[in-house]
Each structure stands twice: as C-alpha cells, then as structure tokens.
C-alpha cells in the first residue's frame, strides 16, 4: 500500500481534491478523512463519540491517541488497496511518528506528502461558506465549489447537506491557531524526509487538480 499525505489547514481543499482524484483515476485509490471518521464516530453515539463531539465542536483537536485508534481500525480492514490519500492525519508530529511506525510494520511507504498552502484571510472566507453532503461527506462551497445540480450531490446524488457546527468565525479562528501551533511544524518534518510537496491552494479547485496530476504519481 502507497500513502499519499495531504497536508493543509481547514478550508485549504485537500478534501475536495482527494474526492476528485478519487473519481477520476483509475487506480484502485482510497481517500480516508479522518474528520470523516470522527464524525462518523460522532454519529454512532459511542462514548468515543461524544468526547469527540465536545472537542470538535469547539474547534479543539482530538487526542493523538484517539484519532490514531479511530483510523488505525479503518485502515485494518483497507489493506488490500493499492494507494491511499490521508486527509487531517497527521496533525502533529507525535501523529507522524505513530503513522512513520505503522507504515514501517506493515511494509507499506509514503509516496508523497502534499502541502496545500494558502493565506489565513481566505480560509475564512472559504470555511464560512462550506457545507458537506451528510451521505458521503463531499465538500462544498456556496461560491467557489457548488454542486453542478444545485441541491444534488455530484458524488453520490444525496439531496441531505449540513453545515458544520465548527465553521463559524470564531472557532475557524481558533482552529486555525491550532493548525499553525501543532500541525505546521509537520511541513518542515516531511521537507527534511524529502517527500513534500508545496501548492498553491489559492488558485481555483481544477487548476489545483491539474497541477496534482502533474506532481505526484498516482
């Protein structure tokens, strides 16, 4: 199995992009989302999920162990597929080192670490209007990323969109801190491994797919 790391803060389109290349290549490739995994935790009601539930909602992030465990579960029963895209895992360099010894034992490499890189002030803008399919989690955005059928998913065709609790203005601020105190230091991390990749995640959602195809080797 090949992993493919895509780094960036909230709001910075590494969801948007692993669904596309997902949809669009013909390799056997998996995104796993962690925020989709927790939230799916969440859902489940568990006792997991409602300390999740009070982390997330107030723009905290989840204990390394915690998350880990939650994907360290999913990906045990995806080890069968050829390549697959991590979104929001690893935030923190404890996380790198707790995936660095999974892939090491189970004989796996990570490909490429992707670095979506784009100003605070626009991920404001871009998270305030975001919303996700409440069926397979696709990310929209009511001006820069609607669905092609207005109210219709392009993924799944689900009618059933949210908009998340954590994208307000005020906690988008504090996730953001959050990001550049615990998981920015992440860049520097894979840059000194020589697998990391820096994009301009300014630019619009197909000019940053055609630049990903052109960049990495799926």
């Known amino acids: 199995m090949k992993f493919f790391v895509f780094l960036g803060a909230p709001g910075s389109g590494k969801g948007t992009q692993a669904q596309n290349l997902v949809s669009s290549n013909a390799n056997p490739l998996l995104h796993i989302s962690t925020g989709q995994l927790i939230r799916d935790e969440i859902n489940c009601g568990t006792e997991l999920g409602c300390q999740l539930k009070e982390k997330t909602n107030t723009g905290g992030l989840v204990s390394d162990t915690d998350i880990f465990d939650v994907l360290a579960k999913k990906l045990a029963t995806v080890m069968h597929k050829e390549i697959v895209i991590l979104d929001g895992f690893p935030r923190t360099l404890n996380q790198a080192a707790l995936l660095k010894e999974f892939v090491e034992k189970t004989g796996n490499t990570i490909e490429k670490v992707v670095y979506f890189s784009i100003a605070d002030a626009a991920l ?5 209007g975001r919303f996700t399919c409440g069926h397979c989690g696709a990310v929209y955005h009511n001006h820069h ?9 392009d993924f799944c065709g689900s009618h059933d969109f949210h908009v998340r609790q954590d994208d307000t203005k005020e906690i988008i601020e504090k996730r953001l801190s959050v990001f550049h105190a615990e998981t920015e230091p992440l860049v520097s991390y894979y840059e000194a491994l020589g697998v990391l990749f820096k994009l301009d995640a300014s630019q619009s959602v197909e000019s940053i797919k055609e630049t990903l195809l052109k960049n990495i080797s799926l």
């Open 124 to 128: 404001v803008d871009r998270l305030a």
């Open 145 to 153: 990323n609607a669905p092609k059928v207005s109210g219709v998913c």
